[in-house]
């Protein structure tokens, strides 16, 4: 008899599990219950639909429901809920239109993914109050950013350089939040002619990668007339009277503002899983093995619902991003289908575009967090050329290295630069080392390559070793 | 008393190690010998320099002659051949003007670096041939663009797109070899206005990267009006009967030209070595270990003129660049003041840029060498885009990655996309899989960072990963 393997969830990592498992197994009933109709989409895209980059929300969908249905043969049903989870008898409970399906399952993913965390303040249900934690919220937003424009009747080239000090400026608009969904939508909004308020609450954004970075990407953010406040913890949205938000209120302000997005970050979707005795890990998220296993046998967990392994600490972390979520579905469907795969571990790597500013981060980097993890953290920020001195054009990249004190490990990496001139892919030579649990001195040494078009003699990342391993030699 | 270190050649190994050991030890007596007038010269840059992107040779140099004196207290001579070195009495003789100096040392680097390779045919000492090895050529080079393109009154914003066909077009010229230095030079040609015709022995450019680069590379020059002769060796070099090339003959053609340029490789300048009983390895350069000590105690060997290890074989290789040249330069300077310092090895990275594509090569792709190494090498080459999708812009990149068939270790990678688009930066992961040893399916596994303005979800290198790891599994 043929087995049966069901996912619970149908965006990154469901799918590419559904896929892989299909293409390793052309006999495998493969049932994927999404709650929503969008299925295996770019989230990571929405911003660019709100700025107006990209013209419809089909576009960051790669694979439609009908072709895998169709192409995949996977039984993929949307609109379900799946409500429970029997890992005695092997079932799950879905729920569509109030209607019931009970399903049998071998092999059982969930990739329910995470949602959008709000804080407990008030105001946030009121009407102009928008996350960007899936589909329909970004329908919602570009919405709101068309109507708002039209009704100012706002050409983008009318823009001034600096639209808050205009009278047909359209906004104000407060952003709640300084990560990189703040920012990104921070330069989504501001392109569409708002006058942006960016709040964030510690003392400076981006406060996962260095702080070099951090100030970069806040000093870019002003330049293009994004107001930033920071140690700014949002104490309220304030209501208009009828409903509507009004004003961001801090410790010190009042802002005033016609609508607020809230980008302070995400949680994993838990509910279901502990509710089946799947346990969680110190994270808070699902905790799964090498291969995705949870503690309940043929149980995997994949994607932002779940832990993962950090490849410096060797300890569970939570850092839900689109790259893990794919490639630990991936694995799973390899697994299941007969050839055992571990979906590695996460270095927490990210990567961000401010506007014309690009920026990478990967590792440790927080000092604390180094110490918890038995490190002595030693860190040294250099900015180099992007390209030969002598070659034209080009930029500054700067570099933030931190590695242990005694064995001169790298642990980790924080970059940033111009839009085009390489922080974002420089990273990769940082996580290769990471991946390899390689000292600056051997980082260092990488044979990196070069030419005058594209870096200096000593490809920024290296001499950001140079400096380091000097330090530690 | 205080030690002196001597050092034979002043370009980028020689200056490096002169510098570090400056800055570890302010005492050391450091003695450098030039032959030339130039010294720390980028030579890298010099096709920029031919095209006109760079505006004086000056440009090239990162410090000058009296920085070095002056500010860094190196006894730098210039206009000083060394002409023997004694390792029994530890001295070196030098002729500057006819008179000798003797000069004794405790510790010896030869940085003597590498000069062109002229092929053994007729023609090469014409008028209007040249070679691109030292600032001089390059003047030279520059020179006859300018003169060339006074004579012909063509200013660039008259070129048309297909020069050839034009009555005002400058040249044409041929370009003999199409590795990195015959395609740079292509560009710094074609952008001035000349016909170009490339002369490529082998049935593709690049042969050090990819079937697949080449083509990419190759077709882009096309686009870009250079005529590119393929599996055409060059026989001879015709005279015009005033001692002027008129002609580059090969079996097949006569092209009629205007100048030639010859770019047909490099090979170590190692006579003085030979001389004094130091030892080449098999590769014809100077053999060298870890810390760059030649067979002879206290006399190091690094840059172009010298071997290195390879990360991959564990053998000798030579691969002379600068970024090799620069890094053993620095730890012999580190070596020679106290603190032994190995250079580490080469994975033969390099990158190119040809016009408006960019490509990289990293590691051991050609398949006879592979398995002179005892690998089973098998390769896979992909193309993906180089952003989301979804987000504007962008391209393809082509990534060719080859891996050993029963461990599965990466062994090399090649890649090619438009310039901007990320094809060398990209590289640096496959370097960090090189030098940790690591898998395909341990590079498949890497956390490169993310996000909709720099890759998909999965970047080109995770993408060849997959597939070639899928073949391997």
Redesign the interface.
């Known amino acids: 008899m043929t087995d049966t393997f069901v996912i619970v969830g149908g965006d ?1 990592a469901g799918m590419a599990a559904a896929s892989k498992a299909r293409r390793e197994d052309s006999d495998l009933e493969i049932v994927v219950f999404e709650k929503g109709e969008w299925v295996s989409y ?1 989230a ?2 929405l911003p ?1 639909y709100v700025k107006g ?2 013209q419809s929300l089909e ?2 969908v ?1 694979v439609t429901p009908e072709e895998f249905r169709e192409e995949r043969d996977i039984d993929l049903r949307t609109g379900h809920e799946v409500v429970a989870i029997d890992p005695d008898d092997r079932t799950v409970t879905a729920v569509r239109d109030g209607d019931e399906v009970v399903q049998s399952y071998d092999h059982l993913l969930l990739a329910t993914g995470a949602e959008s965390i709000v804080p407990p303040i008030d105001g946030v249900d009121l009407e102009g109050v928008y996350t960007l934690g899936s589909m329909s919220d970004g329908k919602e937003l570009r919405e709101y950013v068309a109507r708002a424009r039209d009704s100012e009747d706002l050409q983008q080239a009318d823009r001034g350089p600096a639209c808050r000090y205009l009278e047909d400026c359209t906004g104000p608009v407060g952003v709640v939040g300084g990560g ?1 969904i703040g920012i990104e939508m921070a330069e989504a909004l501001a392109a569409n002619g708002f006058e942006v308020h960016l709040f964030q609450r510690s003392d400076r954004v981006l406060t996962g990668f260095s702080e070099a970075t951090s100030e970069a990407v806040a000093d870019h953010l002003r330049d293009r007339e994004v107001v930033v406040h920071l140690g700014s913890e949002v104490r309220e949205l304030a209501d208009d009277g009828d409903g509507t938000v009004e004003a961001v209120v801090t410790a010190a302000d009042r802002v005033p503002v016609e609508a607020a997005l809230i980008g302070t970050g995400v949680r994993p979707r838990t509910g279901l899983a502990e509710d089946a005795g799947i346990e969680l890990g110190p994270t808070g998220a699902i905790a799964a093995d090498a291969y995705r296993e949870t503690n309940v046998p043929d149980v995997y967990a994949a994607g932002d619902c779940a832990e993962a392994t950090h ?1 410096v600490t060797g300890e569970s972390t939570y850092v839900p ?4 979520a ?2 630990h579905g991936r694995a799973v469907g390899q697994t299941v289908t007969g ?1 055992p795969t ?12 401010a506007f014309d500013v ?1 920026a ?1 981060r ?1 590792g440790i980097l927080d000092r604390d967090e180094a110490r918890e993890a038995g490190f002595d953290p030693v860190s040294e920020t250099i900015t180099a050329k992007s390209r ?5 054009d080009g930029g500054d990249v700067t570099v933030t290295l931190t590695a242990d004190r005694d064995s001169g490990r790298v642990l980790g990496a924080s970059l940033v630069s111009e ?2 001139e ?1 922080a ?6 940082v ?6 649990s ?1 000292t600056v001195f ?1 980082l ?11 870096n200096t ?3 920024p ?2 001499v950001a070793a140079k400096v380091l391993g000097g330090e530690l ?1």
Chains 1, 2 share one sequence.
């Open positions: 990154a770019g990571c895209g660019y980059e990209i576009a960051l790669s990189y490849v991003l689109a790259l893990t794919n490639r050839t571990e979906g590695g571990g996460v270095a927490g790597t990210a990567a961000v575009k690009e990478a990967t030969a001195g002598y070659y034209p839009y085009g390489g974002v892919h420089r990273s990769h030579a996580v290769g080392a990471l991946e390899a390689a051997e260092e040494n990488y044979d990196l390559a070069y030419a005058p078009p594209f003699t000593w490809d990342v290296l030699r």
